[in-house]
């Protein structure tokens, strides 16, 4: 009887440890297994989520690698006949444009159309021969237009783009070939919708399901239809431009607005022929992580520690301030992880000479986020210290000798 309690007691035991095992394998994973994201959990082979408020990069895999981006090229080419033309512009279309291989409107030499008409052509169907007519009216020519492309891309802070088509058509010249980074290519898409005098006509204009027009002379009529498949996949979807030739392989480069907050997603090369739909997957993947771990933190100069700096006064007999007080005014709402950690860097003089004016830069504070710099702020002085004149100092001398003396 003894044995079989032994036995019993030994049964109940193991019995006990499987049900535990078996719990935790039922468990949901902690929370610092879900803030990460492996690159080997994208198909695209460069891919970026970004802040859209402020432009901060929140994950990026080969970030910054240079590669052909195809007809995501094609919102450059968009906001910028939106911002050096105007939509009752006419356009006539070229010999050359209507040679454009497809995607075609299949415009023909000769034809005039609106501008606008040519746009939603552009971002609606991608049309390539529409997008050369659009860049020969803006930019005189092909060539004209690609360096305004290349300029505008400078001006927002693309360091390794090149643009060569306003279609994204595959193409190379002495300075490299047609490309982009998904980091760049976020930022385009930021300056699309964020800060461009025309982000309303472009939200407009991509986030139109149909569209309608003729030519002017009325003899063609064109139906345009939205191919941006993402824009009915997640609640809160803003915009975006799809992509594709033989080099780039499938691109996509698209936006959503989520609670006050906007996301932007780049992907170059996220797989080829046969699997049209990992662009997708990847992007409601990025989303949704940025969503899921990313929460709205202020950053401002109340969390800086107090600045002072000595103040070196060689003339002055009269007393003055030994030290001046120093101060800087910023505040950001950025998104951040739990675990990511804010810290500044103080670049201050070892002193100060008299005389001092009051709101003059006197150093700066950088500010990082996990060890990476984020921004720059200065850092200027809080009231002024003038220097006395040699009749100032004449002056209180005498004043000090009668004082003392008489």
Request: glycine letters at 6%; aromatic letters at 10%.
């Amino acid at each position: 009887a003894r044995m079989q309690k032994r036995v019993l007691a030994g049964f109940l035991s193991v019995l006990l440890l499987v049900s535990y095992v078996l719990l935790q394998c039922r468990l949901p994973v902690s929370a610092e297994e879900t803030e990460t994201l492996a690159d080997s959990e994208l198909h695209a082979l460069s891919a970026v989520l970004m802040d859209g408020e402020n432009g901060r990069i929140l994950y990026e895999k080969a970030g910054d690698e240079i590669r052909a981006n195809a007809s995501t090229t094609k919102i450059l080419t968009c906001i910028l006949a939106l911002e050096n033309g105007m939509l009752s512009d006419t356009v006539t279309v070229s010999s050359y444009a209507a040679k454009m291989p497809d995607v075609q409107l299949n415009i023909v030499e000769g034809e005039e159309y609106r501008l606008e008409d040519l746009l939603y052509s552009l971002m609606l169907e991608s049309h390539n021969d529409s997008a050369v007519a659009i860049a020969e009216y803006i930019g005189g020519s092909v060539e004209g237009f690609s360096e305004l492309m290349n300029q505008k891309a400078k001006e927002i802070g693309c360091m390794h783009s090149h643009f060569i088509t306003p279609n994204g058509l595959d193409a190379e010249d002495d300075f490299g070939i047609h490309g982009t980074t998904a980091s760049d290519l976020a930022r385009i898409l930021r300056y699309c919708i964020k800060e461009s005098p025309e982000k309303e006509t472009f939200l407009k204009i991509t986030r139109t399901q149909s569209y309608s027009f003729s030519n002017l002379s009325g003899t063609r009529t064109f139906v345009c239809r939205n191919h941006n498949a993402f824009l009915n996949m997640m609640d809160g979807a803003l915009t975006g431009k799809t992509g594709f030739t033989g080099n780039a392989g499938y691109c996509y480069v698209g936006a959503l607005e989520r609670d006050g907050h906007l996301y932007i997603v780049a992907l170059l090369g996220c797989g080829w022929p046969g699997n049209k739909s990992y662009k997708w997957a990847d992007t409601k993947k990025l989303m949704n992580y940025g969503i899921e771990n990313y929460k709205e933190t202020t950053v401002s100069d109340k969390m800086l520690q107090k600045m002072t700096v000595p103040i070196q006064d060689d003339y002055a007999y009269s007393e003055v301030a030994e030290s001046m007080e120093l101060t800087s005014t910023f505040s950001y709402t950025l998104l951040l992880k739990e675990d990511e950690r804010v810290s500044f860097e103080y670049h201050l003089p070892d002193a100060l000479s008299v005389p001092v004016k009051a709101g003059l830069q006197a150093g700066s504070v950088f500010i990082y986020i996990d060890g990476t710099l984020f921004d720059i702020q200065p850092v200027y002085t809080t009231f002024e210290i003038s220097k006395d004149t040699f009749q100032d100092n004449l002056e209180d001398v005498v004043r000090e000798f009668f004082t003392h003396n008489f």
